[in-house]
């Protein structure tokens, strides 16, 4: 069963992540490439490997610093808890800057894990068109080095805008440290490497379950078009995925997989693989969303296992009620997506708080999960494809729209005319993908950051009970909130010790 994830080949001197290894400066000790990449197993291996930081960046950076870091979700208070600055900043948007850098942890180590998916893929790309091998298992694991290349600095590039470019493996220390290269230059490069990547990789019909397709790559760099807003472009790209099999599944909390079943399903473009396990494979991320503090008892329902444990401390990732009045009357992705735990341990007057519950799969051993994430769905292909018709003025953009709806249980959209039906789509997109890490991206993408955001804080400054702070002397949000309100993130203080460039 396990053979047949990507994730559980790891080839031993890959998986040190030391701070030198994000840009692959190779201590003497280990093997060099040159002797390590000889055949198609050893590429095989090196990809593997290449996936690896996904479930870091997945599991316990991605949710904070786009979803928390928008308005579909904020904390729940623990005054009682020790200081939590690192994510409350995130969320509160007042990350601490100082010369353009920050020393928050998270924002340093998406930028850390990033940098080592596109050190790894480097290292691939550099050699392998010089190792002879089978044509179709060559291309293959090219195609998905340049995806998961192109994926990282899509990140790098939309948290942060210009990043310095590495495109070959950095040997020496004066090697690690390059200037930034322009936002145009950054993303030319991602598109090129998805071009790259579509006429390499097989569909999802012949992939290894967990691998990057043709279709994921054509489905990222159509989310790319769609950020950079070359709608023809997004639209050419996108068109044949709607052929390569795809499908929503037949009720909307089937779109996610569960511990064990329903991974990879039908509806399934691309996601993280993770397994239940002491192998090192596991995740947690929805512990990490739960409210606080839980008891063993609050939280065993939701989580099925049979030794659950109290948790302490501050919940994260906790659904608004702005989100929650999202929803329309009679849509069945609302119970589908948040549920509700009684907290008996808390300060407040109405103990009952949201959760994630689409992410809440039952398994078997206490904050330890097999459930995969899914970055890309068909649902999504669905709403690129209307956002891309309808922003050329073109016809059949609708239909797209109403495609998702319908399973929502909704009747199709009243829109009428393209300034209607691009509002009718940013809102759907909230809903459809709500708590899966694209609401901050929707925001910034649509240049509706002053419109969304700012009074989003107003509202949590001036009321909040409303947000979840308790009914306490000093429960108020800090004189911080909301004062650093931007489109990208700070550089890592802690990189930028390494490079004169920032």
Same mark, same amino acid.
């Given at each position: 069963?396990?053979?047949?994830?990507?994730?559980?080949?790891?080839?031993?001197?890959?998986?040190?992540?030391?701070?030198?290894?994000f840009?692959?400066?190779?201590p003497?000790?280990?093997?060099?490439?040159?002797?390590?990449?000889k055949?198609?197993? %050893?590429?095989?291996?090196?990809?593997?490997?290449?996936y690896?930081?996904l479930?870091?960046?997945?599991?316990?950076?991605?949710?904070?610093?786009?979803?928390?870091?928008?308005?579909?979700?904020? =904390?729940?208070?623990?005054?009682?808890?020790?200081?939590?600055? *690192?994510?409350?900043?995130?969320?509160?948007?007042?990350?601490?800057?100082?010369?353009?850098?920050?020393?928050?942890?998270?924002?340093?180590?998406?930028?850390?894990?990033d940098?080592?998916?596109?050190?790894?893929?480097?290292?691939?790309?550099?050699?392998?068109?010089d190792?002879?091998?089978?044509?179709?298992?060559?291309?293959?694991?090219?195609?998905?080095?340049? +995806?998961?290349?192109?994926?990282?600095?899509?990140e790098l590039?939309?948290?942060?805008?210009?990043?310095p470019?590495h495109?070959?493996?950095?040997a020496?220390?004066?090697?690690a440290?390059?200037?930034?290269?322009?936002?145009?230059?950054?993303?030319?490069?991602?598109?090129?490497?998805?071009?790259?990547?579509?006429?390499l990789?097989?569909?999802?019909?012949? !992939?290894?379950?967990?691998?990057?397709?043709?279709?994921?790559?054509?489905?990222?760099?159509?989310?790319?078009y769609i950020?950079?807003? /070359?709608?023809?472009?997004?639209? !050419?790209?996108?068109?044949?995925?709607?052929?390569?099999?795809?499908?929503?599944?037949?009720s909307?909390?089937?779109?996610?997989?569960?511990?064990?079943? *329903? /991974?990879? @399903?039908?509806?399934?473009?691309?996601e993280?693989? +993770?397994?239940?396990g002491?192998?090192?494979? @596991?995740? @947690? +991320?929805?512990?990490?969303?739960?409210?606080?503090?839980i008891?063993?008892?609050?939280l065993?329902?939701?989580?099925?296992t049979?030794?659950?444990? @109290?948790?302490?401390?501050?919940?994260? *990732?906790?659904?608004?009620?702005?989100?929650?009045?999202? =929803?329309e009357?009679? %849509?069945k992705?609302k119970?589908?997506?948040?549920?509700?735990?009684?907290?008996?341990?808390?300060f407040?007057?109405?103990?009952?708080?949201?959760?994630?519950? /689409?992410?809440?799969?039952?398994?078997?051993?206490n904050?330890?999960?097999?459930?995969n994430?899914?970055?890309?769905?068909?649902?999504?292909?669905?709403?690129?494809?209307?956002?891309?018709?309808?922003? !050329?003025?073109?016809?059949?953009?609708?239909?797209y729209?109403?495609?998702?709806?319908?399973?929502?249980g909704?009747?199709?959209?009243?829109?009428?005319?393209?300034?209607?039906?691009r509002?009718?789509?940013? /809102?759907?997109?909230?809903v459809e993908?709500?708590?899966?890490?694209?609401?901050?991206f929707?925001?910034v993408?649509?240049?509706?950051i !002053?419109?969304?955001?700012?009074?989003?804080?107003?509202?949590i400054?001036?009321?909040?009970?409303?947000?979840?702070?308790?009914?306490?002397?000093?429960?108020?949000?800090?004189?911080?909130?909301?004062?650093?309100i931007?489109?990208?993130?700070?550089?890592?203080?802690?990189?930028?010790?390494?490079?004169p460039y920032?």
């Amino acid at each position: 069963m396990m053979k047949k994830y990507i994730l559980v080949i790891l080839v031993a001197s890959f998986a040190l992540t030391g701070c030198e290894d994000f840009l692959t400066v190779v201590p003497e000790t280990q093997l060099s490439s040159a002797t390590f990449y000889k055949n198609q197993t %050893d590429f095989e291996q090196a990809v593997n490997a290449a996936y690896v930081p996904l479930r870091s960046i997945i599991n316990d950076r991605a949710w904070l610093l786009s979803e928390m870091h928008s308005d579909n979700t904020y =904390y729940a208070r623990n005054v009682l808890f020790g200081a939590t600055d *690192n994510q409350e900043d995130l969320a509160d948007f007042s990350v601490p800057e100082s010369n353009g850098t920050t020393a928050n942890g998270h924002v340093l180590q998406q930028w850390r894990q990033d940098y080592l998916i596109i050190a790894r893929t480097n290292q691939i790309l550099a050699l392998i068109d010089d190792v002879d091998f089978e044509a179709a298992a060559k291309a293959n694991v090219k195609g998905q080095a340049l +995806f998961l290349r192109a994926y990282a600095y899509f990140e790098l590039a939309r948290y942060f805008g210009s990043v310095p470019l590495h495109l070959t493996p950095v040997a020496k220390r004066d090697e690690a440290a390059l200037p930034l290269s322009t936002e145009a230059e950054i993303y030319a490069q991602i598109e090129k490497d998805l071009i790259e990547a579509v006429s390499l990789l097989p569909k999802k019909a012949v !992939q290894t379950p967990g691998r990057a397709t043709e279709g994921a790559a054509r489905t990222l760099l159509a989310n790319v078009y769609i950020q950079r807003k /070359k709608w023809p472009e997004a639209e !050419q790209i996108l068109a044949p995925v709607l052929t390569h099999g795809y499908q929503l599944m037949g009720s909307y909390d089937l779109a996610f997989p569960g511990n064990t079943a *329903n /991974k990879n @399903n039908a509806e399934s473009v691309f996601e993280v693989q +993770f397994i239940e396990g002491a192998a090192g494979l @596991n995740g @947690n +991320f929805i512990y990490q969303f739960m409210p606080r503090p839980i008891s063993a008892a609050e939280l065993q329902p939701i989580m099925g296992t049979s030794n659950p444990q @109290n948790i302490d401390g501050e919940g994260n *990732n906790i659904p608004t009620p702005d989100i929650i009045a999202a =929803y329309e009357v009679g %849509d069945k992705r609302k119970d589908a997506s948040i549920g509700t735990v009684f907290l008996s341990g808390s300060f407040r007057t109405d103990k009952n708080y949201p959760y994630i519950k /689409k992410h809440a799969k039952q398994h078997s051993q206490n904050n330890n999960t097999g459930t995969n994430w899914v970055v890309y769905r068909y649902a999504e292909v669905l709403l690129f494809m209307a956002e891309a018709l309808n922003e !050329q003025g073109k016809g059949g953009a609708a239909g797209y729209l109403n495609t998702v709806r319908a399973r929502a249980g909704l009747n199709n959209s009243t829109a009428a005319g393209q300034t209607e039906l691009r509002e009718a789509i940013f /809102k759907e997109r909230r809903v459809e993908l709500a708590f899966e890490n694209k609401r901050w991206f929707d925001i910034v993408r649509t240049d509706r950051i !002053q419109e969304i955001i700012v009074p989003y804080g107003q509202r949590i400054i001036a009321n909040p009970l409303d947000y979840y702070y308790p009914p306490i002397a000093g429960a108020v949000p800090r004189s911080n909130a909301f004062t650093n309100i931007k489109k990208f993130y700070a550089y890592p203080a802690a990189e930028s010790d390494l490079s004169p460039y920032f």
